[in-house]
C-alpha cells in the first residue's frame, strides 16, 4: 500500500470513525478489486483540497466496480461478494458516516482495468475543523 500524505495536514474530526472510513474502504479494495494471490496496489492520499476541506483518495489497480453495481453501490446489501460471506453494508455504513457523522461527502469513479492502472477511487471531502457534537 501506498501513501502520499501533504505534509503539515491538520484536521479536527473524529478519528475512530475516520479510521473505521478508511479501514473499510481498503478492506473493500482487497476483497473486491483482487482475487486471493493476486498483485495490486492501493494508494491512500490526503491533501488540502480547499481552505475548507481535506481531500482523502483510496485508489486500487483491481478489477473495477460493475457497471450496473454502480447506480446503487452506496444502498445496503449491495455487494459482490454475496458468496464470499459478505452483506453489502460496508460502503453503505462508510458514506453514513461520512455524510452524517463526518459532515462530509463520498464519492467514487471506477472502471473496468484494461491497463493496470488505478481503476477504483474512493473519494472523501471533510472539513478541515468540524464541530465535534457528543453522541
Given at each position: 500500500m501506498l501513501?502520499?500524505?501533504?505534509a503539515?495536514?491538520?484536521?479536527?474530526?473524529?478519528?475512530?470513525?475516520?479510521?473505521?472510513?478508511?479501514?473499510?474502504?481498503?478492506?473493500?479494495?482487497?476483497?473486491?478489486?483482487?482475487?486471493?494471490?493476486?498483485?495490486?496496489?492501493?494508494?491512500?492520499?490526503?491533501?488540502?483540497?480547499?481552505?475548507?476541506?481535506?481531500?482523502?483518495?483510496?485508489s486500487d489497480n483491481g478489477s473495477g466496480i460493475p457497471t450496473e453495481m454502480q447506480k446503487n453501490l452506496f444502498e445496503p446489501f449491495v455487494t459482490s461478494g454475496r458468496g464470499k460471506g459478505n452483506i453489502g453494508l460496508g460502503l453503505y455504513m462508510v458514506n453514513q458516516w461520512v455524510s452524517k457523522l463526518l459532515a462530509g461527502k463520498l464519492s467514487f469513479v471506477s472502471e473496468i482495468n484494461t491497463s493496470n492502472e488505478f481503476t477504483t477511487q474512493f473519494t472523501v471531502l471533510l472539513p478541515i475543523n468540524s464541530e465535534i457534537k457528543p453522541t
Open positions: 501513501e502520499d500524505i501533504e503539515n495536514l491538520a484536521l479536527v474530526s473524529r478519528p475512530g470513525i475516520i479510521s473505521q472510513v478508511l479501514e473499510n474502504l481498503v478492506v473493500n479494495s482487497l476483497n473486491h478489486g483482487f482475487e486471493p494471490g493476486q498483485p495490486g496496489r492501493i494508494e491512500l492520499k490526503a491533501r488540502r483540497f480547499d481552505a475548507n476541506q481535506i481531500c482523502i483518495t483510496v
